[in-house]
């Protein structure tokens, strides 16, 4: 059922998610307890979430072993970035489900795998700005720039990181499934990382 109050929508660092699917799994458990809190009193929740840390974790696994053997292939960025809704989303989604069930309050929650409509003339194509994956020194970063077409900025004085483009959201595409999982009573998560980042084209996305 429906809870009686407003609905809000929680976002989540992914740099708060932790550094392994181990780690994020414990963190995402107390977080979990936050949440249905809010839940409890009454709170309809749309969770969101970052994915720096861990679409950068996922495209460097894959650029690694496509590197050093011939059956696994390159993954592109949006693919890893699917992906990485899809684990981070389901750890939350179990999450929340067991403290639902743990104070016998009746909701289900729903992971959705988002696409976000961007204009393929945003700016921020031109000049990469959002950090992903792993820290690095930077001769490695620069090597590594080098050598995989990548673009590679100093963050924060913390070391070097490959960074992405972040264009401004136009639309998500998934928003009336959003909208009435939400109506329906659902916990929804939803948009993780800001959605994998789509074309709109007279033939669909892209």
């Not at 181990?22 to 995402?28: G, H, I, K, R, Y």
């Not at 890893?80 to 489900?97: C, D, K, P, T, V």
């Not at 009746?106 to 696409?115: F, G, L, Y």
């Amino acid at each position: 059922e429906k809870g009686n109050g407003k609905t809000a929508v929680i976002a989540l660092g992914g740099n708060a998610l932790g550094n392994t699917p181990q780690e994020q799994l414990e963190l995402v458990q107390n977080t979990a307890k936050h949440i249905v809190d809010m839940i409890q009193d009454g709170t309809n929740v749309v969770v969101s979430h970052g994915n720096g840390p861990q679409v950068g974790m996922i495209n460097n696994a894959f650029a690694y072993a496509a590197a050093n053997d011939d059956k696994t292939p390159d993954m592109p960025f949006p693919e890893a970035g699917a992906m990485s809704q899809g684990y981070i989303g389901y750890q939350l989604s179990q999450a929340i489900l067991n403290d639902l069930k743990s104070r016998d309050i009746m909701r289900s929650t729903a992971c959705i795998v988002t696409q976000t409509v961007v204009d393929e003339d945003d700016p921020a194509f031109q000049n990469p700005t959002k950090p992903v994956g792993a820290f690095m020194d930077e001769e490695t970063a620069k090597a590594k720039a080098e050598a995989m077409g990548i673009t590679v900025k100093e963050d924060a004085g913390r070391g070097w990181r490959q960074v992405v483009a972040s264009p401004i959201p136009k639309r998500i595409v998934e928003f009336d499934a959003v909208r009435d999982l939400v109506e329906d009573g659902y916990v929804v998560v939803s948009t993780g990382g800001g959605g994998v980042p789509v074309f709109e084209t007279e033939n669909g996305y892209v």
